[in-house]
């Protein structure tokens, strides 16, 4: 066996154990893991938990380590069911996606504060449409001056690739069992009615945007409606506008929680289950090949988390 193919199993067999090796880790429960304070918070912590990037259900962020809403969600209901948790900072950095997932991680950080919670969400670079739906929920909401938020609305793109699937010869035979069971198909220009149907689904959809704000912030539905025209706020506009508490960092959102769960010296502690960056990263062995992100690609791609198709339009509804 040559030197070449030597090394190539010895590559393939690292990247098994490693996959093995986080797979064990995952279903660990959070203390065996390593969570810090996970399901053992002292009563000095502020726990803190990440929605990081577009949110939707159906990832697999265990392996990778990533924040996307399945993981995210699992965070805050261990942070429910911590008794010794007072207080929770909730960093955002997300410019929206599935209005469902969005709604969905809104009533988890409800749950949260009726277990006894104190709920502050941190805005990062980008807490926007659906992000920002989820902020809604806590108590307090902190932003730096330059963060990007507001961006309440909701949108749905139409491709119409009937031009493009002429030049290329591609024809489909349709057969549905009604006369809207291909609505927004690609493959035809979409007709009034579907567009009526369509515009009607998001307008329920933004008026549902519209009373969590209004719920949320405690601002009237009108005013709400008034701000609510899609455009993005800097967090010094959100809060002269009542969309936002307070201007400042993670630091000030953790100190906040504290102050209003009466910690004294709040402690504040990441709240999640390590994946496979985090092991990869405390690996001396494996980290010294000096492309860690070659793991995690292979990892997502072994996944299909990269493997992209074109969707019906219907279901890439956004917030």
Known sequence: MNSKHTGMIIFIAAIAVTLIAVVVASYRTPQ??????????????VAVIYLTGEIGFGGSSSLTGGSSADQT????????????????????????GSPAASQELNDQVQRLKESGKKVV???????????????????KIVADPAT??????????VP????????????????????????????????PEEAQIMQGIIDDTYAQFVQVVAKGRGLPVDQVRKLADGRVYTGDQAKQLGLVDEL???HE?????????????PQAVEYHRPGLT????????????????DFVAAARLLQGNDLQQLPPAYTTLKF
């Open 121 to 139: 969400v941190s805005c990062g670079d980008l807490a926007a449409s659906g992000g920002y739906y989820v902020a809604v929920a806590a108590d």
């Open 248 to 250: 400042g960092g993670l």
């Open 32 to 45: 065996q893991a390593g969570s810090v304070g996970a399901g053992r918070s002292s009563s000095n912590e």
């Open 160 to 191: 119409n690739l009937q031009d493009l699937y002429g030049k290329i010869g591609y024809k489909e035979q349709v057969f549905k069992s009604g006369p809207h069971k291909d609505m927004l198909s690609p493959s035809r220009p979409i007709t």
């Open 73 to 96: 969600m699992q965070d805050l209901e261990r942070a429910t069911d911590d008794p010794g948790l007072k207080a929770v900072v909730l960093r955002i950095d997300s410019p929206g």
């Open 278 to 293: 985090d092991l990869l990263r405390g690996l001396g062995g494996l980290s010294s090949l000096g492309n860690v992100q």
């Open 148 to 157: 990007l938020t507001g961006s309440i609305g909701v949108i749905s793109t």
């Open 253 to 265: 959102a953790v100190a906040l929680a504290g102050k209003m769960a009466g910690i004294a010296s």
